[in-house]
């Protein structure tokens, strides 16, 4: 089986009334088998509904999905839930069990799977292993809902906003647990709204907004449509001058694009000892008072941005 997941012009409309919210509009996607592969996008853009679907948790108002071989609803429902993971966007555990009671009551919904202590040690919590639930840590209960998902040793893991409201390095930790499943095999589809987590775990992504894909490839292809590989931010001190226009900016050399940025300017560019001499150099020329000025690499973000005109926190 060379694809684990497919999905074929997905809609998802909820009727409320006379309203209509369209959450999923036409959407297609394929996962890899072995692949971890990133679903991102700001809150609302329809990812959870899209996973949902995929988990069999919603039925879709029209198109197919296929898992693992297998659609929902054709007789075969319990062997493909015995065959994948979940962990939700926000799961609820039992705050009067412990880690290890926790685990063996996961286990026992499966017919197969890893003993419980195997599960704490993919996620490194033994340690923890006859805490409390209601006495861990943001971060450890995260990594007890992973390994909740892990004791049936699924082929396909579904990933929904793991890191979400976790300190970094709580982040940073899990992103080891996800690590590990890629080097062991897994599937995995992640969706999240962090798009530096998505550069660093997912071998493709799937940038999704309002419900459809805008754009699809590695992390690295998608970053290389914005023509260069470095972005240049400054802000100058406007001492009653006007501000000018970022179209100003475009003709410096080696600058690929300019935009205006949050009070700001935006310059992609190609070569940045070539653009930053040349900037210091125009806004001498015209005596524009540089106020700030930072250089970084292109990154998601940025791709984000480019396709959709805002950032992901305009929608938070």
Known sequence: MSEAIVCNQLHKRYES?????????????????????????????????????????????????????????????????????????????????????????????????????????????????????????????????????LVGKPELLFLDEPTTGLDPQARRQLWDVVNGLKAGGTTILLTTHYMDEAEKLCQRVAIVDHGQVIALGSPNELISTMGGEHIVEFSLEQNGVNAPDASQFAAIESVLKSVTESGGYLLTVGEPHIAIPALMQYLESREYALASLTTRHVNLEDVFVSHTGRHLCDDE
């Open 17 to 149: 009334g006379t309203k209509a919210v369209h959450a999923v509009r036409g959407l297609n996607l394929s996962v890899s088998a072995g692949e971890c592969f990133g679903l991102l996008g700001p809150n609302g853009a329809g990812k959870t509904t899209t996973v949902e679907i995929l988990e069999g948790l919603l039925e879709p108002t029209s198109g197919s999905v296929t898992v693992l071989g297998t659609q929902w609803g054709d007789g075969r429902d319990h062997q493909l839930r015995q065959r994948i993971g979940i962990t939700l966007q926000e799961t609820r555990l039992e705050d009067k069990l412990k880690v290890i009671e926790t685990l063996q009551m996961f286990r026992s919904f499966y017919d197969d799977g890893i003993e419980p202590e195997e599960a704490m040690r993919l996620v490194s919590l033994e340690e923890k292993r006859d805490s409390w639930v209601g006495k861990l840590s943001g971060g450890q209960k995260q990594r007890l809902t992973v390994a909740c998902a």
